[in-house]
DNA sequence: CTGCTTGCAAATAGTTTGCACGTTC
DNA sequence: GAACGTGCAAACTATTTGCAAGCAG
């Protein structure tokens, strides 16, 4: 349940040695209840009707700690913004470029091309932090 | 050689409908030189070189409208930046977020995640629109 | 000569930072 | 109570846009 994952990952901030703030309980609500994908302003809408008094820059300064330690990652997608979203189940995103719509699909799906690359080019990629852009299937008729 | 590929590109945009300026033709002159991987600032000032003139925001137009005529293709990388090369000879970018570092790599690297993104999920990668994160050889231990 | 392009300055979007004050451990 | 986090305003970076003047076709 979604409670159950916020307390863990409260714990886990505690445990990492970050302070356990009103702010950034609510952010780690916001981003559960969001379920990814989610830019700066996004989490700090929500953040904000439970604790109006949060400023943006909070969000940024809390996103960057919690991404620190592990608990989030974030993605740039095409136009500028950066998407955040909790770092447990890695996965991918594919970003279509017209209507904007994230899919996301399991890590696996990219294995064969990091084993590839490694092999070809000594690059390891990064797993869980990067888009891929193209067509969604709704889009895909030019 | 360079300034037969030069002279190509501008005749392109001629007979795109574009019209070839100073501005322009400088502009491709740099993105020959340039060799790929160039944000907008650097671009500038490859151009302000030979055309001290020609401001930054003409240079984002214009690549906007080289854009426009696939001449050439921009990729965003990590931190808000974009890149800009010419779109012939397509390839994809790896891009070392320790060094900055950008490996090229063929298209072709990438057709079978193509083909699979595309059979599971409908999703119909660019080609030639996305970096992949990661860490290059020199910059893989930790 | 008519409209596309340009130079400049100013606007914008997204994110970061300095500082004084409040909170957590 | 010392160190860290926060609110606010202001700075910054990358990019876009309005406008009047200039050049291409």
Known sequence: MDAAR??????LIREQG???TTARRALVTAL????????ADDLAALVQKAQPDV???TIYRS????????VVDHVHL?????????????????????????????????????DNLHRRYGFTIRPNHFAVLGRCRACARD
């Open 63 to 70: 996103l960057d700690a919690l991404e620190r330690i592990g």
């Open 6 to 11: 916020r307390d863990r990952l409260i714990a």
């Open 55 to 57: 400023h943006l820059s």
């Open 18 to 20: 970050e302070r356990v």
């Open 32 to 39: 559960v209840q969001a379920k990814g994908h989610v830019t």
């Open 78 to 114: 095409g136009h500028g913004r950066a998407v955040y979203h909790l770092a447990d189940e890695p996965h991918q995103h594919l970003v279509c470029e017209v209507c904007g719509a994230v899919v996301e699909v399991p890590d696996a799906t990219f294995a064969e091309l990091g």
